[in-house]
């Protein structure tokens, strides 16, 4: 009898145990965090009081992380917290800045802080309210100290890779310097780029070399004229030995219009752009044209939309260009032009179904500057030389399905990820 009492009472503490935890969880609302790049493994050791959904339906809470650059060189996080289920129309925006000498410490530690701010409204709401305690600073704020650089950002970079083996080897080198300043009010940017490529081949006695360079230099202000509208002007000169370019510069004038405010961009665009570019172009060898120089005037046409929302995220534009003077000579037959549609859309289809498609695809039509003459095998091969087409390609796509418990709070590094 003793024993029976003893194994009665072991079964019903059991029983309130299971209990006891399910109550606790059901305390725990579910919380869906769109992050990419994110520390997800030190964000759910950090923060244990919500359950981690692996698909945004099954969540009460769906967050999302948005990035721009900023002025000075860093990136700015939104994020967004959109309630459902219990906490439908319970929604908030909050961000952080990364400068750009931060570590991935620093964005770790104010990701989290911004979840936590974000999750109060939430908590606050449950029955863990009661067990909330915040801790205001008592230090006075500081003044914004005065910014010696007035907002400029200087960037110098170098890099290169060198490899080989018995029969081929490959240089390249990279440089760039840049100087940019950003405030509400405009944008201006100088930059510098240089690269040099140099490969060399030895099959069956024969040795086959390619070397190409590039350099250019850029410069653009932007300035802000309405919460919709923008204009600029931009300046550039370049060469490409691969282009057959031995100088080309010019300076135009551009303008955009933003459908949606510029202050809803890292959620949605939709912008439209219109620039008249005159430009002068000496070339290093004689082109299909008979030509060894041009003035020529060209514009052309962009419309963007980029969208981030629950469901994913697209970004698709179209440019269409077109030149109308060559030389002087007004041309009649507009028939010298491009058209290129670049496209990058993730689409979330259903819980843990996403299509992935990234790409763009051209019609050409405005190689002026294709040498003439006939091109060798190795120039061929080696791409030292631009060659003569009507289009241009390139698509990825991909399609993913991932299912089974929608729980995801475990962390467990051993071995790795």
């Known amino acids: 009898m003793k024993n029976k009492i003893i194994f009665c009472l072991i079964l019903l503490s059991l029983i309130a145990i299971v209990f006891a935890n399910t109550n606790q969880e059901d305390q725990n609302f579910s919380v ?4 990419e790049y994110g520390d997800m493994n030190y964000i759910k050791e950090q923060i244990t009081n919500v359950n981690y959904v692996r698909y945004k339906n099954e969540a009460d809470v769906y967050i999302l992380f948005t990035k721009q650059s900023t002025g000075s060189d860093g990136k700015k996080f939104t994020v967004d917290f959109t309630g459902e289920n219990i906490f439908r129309g319970i929604n908030e925006s909050l961000s952080f800045i990364l400068k750009k000498g931060d570590t991935d410490e620093d964005k770790r530690l104010k990701s989290v802080q911004i979840l936590k701010l974000g999750l109060i409204r939430y908590f606050s709401r449950t029955d863990i309210a009661d067990k909330l305690t915040i801790i205001l600073p008592t230090e006075k704020i500081k003044e914004e100290i005065e910014d010696k650089w007035n907002s400029w950002v200087f960037n110098l970079g170098l890099s290169g890779f060198f490899n080989g083996e018995e029969s081929s080897s490959s240089q390249n080198l990279w440089g760039s310097l840049s100087a940019s300043k950003v405030t509400e009010e405009m944008k201006v940017q100088f930059r510098f780029n240089g690269s040099m490529n140099k490969s060399k081949y030895e099959w069956d006695n024969d040795v086959y070399e ?10 653009y202000l932007v300035a802000s004229w309405t919460d919709h509208l923008s204009f600029g002007f931009w300046t550039y000169i370049y060469s490409s030995s691969y282009s057959n370019v031995d100088i080309n510069f010019g300076l135009y004038p551009g303008i955009e219009y933003n459908i949606f405010p510029y202050s809803e961009s890292n959620r949605k665009q939709l912008r439209f752009q219109y620039k008249l570019s005159p430009n002068y172009v000496y070339y290093t060898e004689k082109t299909i044209y008979e030509k060894y120089s041009e003035k020529l005037v060209k514009h052309s046409f962009r419309t963007e939309i980029d969208y981030i929302q629950s469901w994913g995220s697209m970004s698709v534009s179209l440019v269409a260009s077109q030149y109308l003077i060559i030389d002087d000579i007004f041309l009649e037959n507009l028939e010298k032009n491009k058209i290129t549609l670049y496209s990058n859309i993730s689409w979330k289809i259903y819980k843990g179904l996403s299509l992935d498609l990234w790409g763009n695809a051209a019609r050409v039509h405005d190689q002026l500057s294709l040498a003439a003459g006939d091109v060798t095998t190795e120039e061929l091969l ?6 003569q087409t009507q289009y241009t390609y390139f698509l990825s796509i991909g399609l993913s399905y991932s299912f089974g418990s929608i729980y995801n709070n475990i962390v467990n590094p051993r071995f790795g990820d």
């Open 32 to 35: 869906y965090i769109d992050y």
């Open 382 to 387: 080696l791409r030292q030389k631009e060659l």
């Open 210 to 219: 390619s070397s190409s360079n590039n350099k250019s230099f850029n410069a």
